[in-house]
Nanobody, 119 residues
Framework: VQLQASGGGSVQVGGFLRLSCATSGSITNEYDLSWYRRAPGRQREFVASITSSDRTRSADSMKGRFAISRDNTKNTVDLTMYSLNLDDTAVYYC??????????????WGQGTQVTVSS
């Protein structure tokens, strides 16, 4: 199983980026998908998630600026980021999770993509 994140790069304050995480078909449709990030010198933090039933949630500091979506035709989970600021500089990771209900679970991370915001 692979999660392949892409779309990171360098952008100026106030700019826009869209990150994409490629998954397999079953993961895209049936798993809870999330984005996390880790800024230099800081712990990993939750960014946004979308459940298998398309319920979305985002961190308070990113509400109104970041949006998570699932594209079942492309098998991706995307993170669209607007109004980027310096604090958004981080490595962004996608994550997939499923509780199988029988004591087993699936928990996988992508390799991360760097986002750098400059003034």
């Amino acid at each position: 199983v692979q999660l392949q994140a892409s779309g990171g790069g360098s952008v100026q304050v106030g700019g826009f980026l869209r990150l994409s995480c490629a998954t397999s078909g079953s993961i895209t449709n049936e798993y809870d998908l999330s984005w996390y990030r880790r800024a230099p010198g800081r712990q990993r933090e939750f960014v946004a998630s979308i459940t298998s039933s398309d319920r979305t949630r985002s961190a308070d500091s990113m509400k109104g600026r970041f949006a998570i979506s699932r594209d079942n035709t492309k098998n991706t989970v995307d993170l669209t980021m607007y109004s980027l600021n310096l604090d958004d500089t981080a490595v962004y990771y996608c994550h997939a999770y499923k509780d199988y209900g029988d004591g087993g679970e699936f928990d996988a991370w992508g390799q991360g993509t760097q986002v750098t915001v400059s003034s």
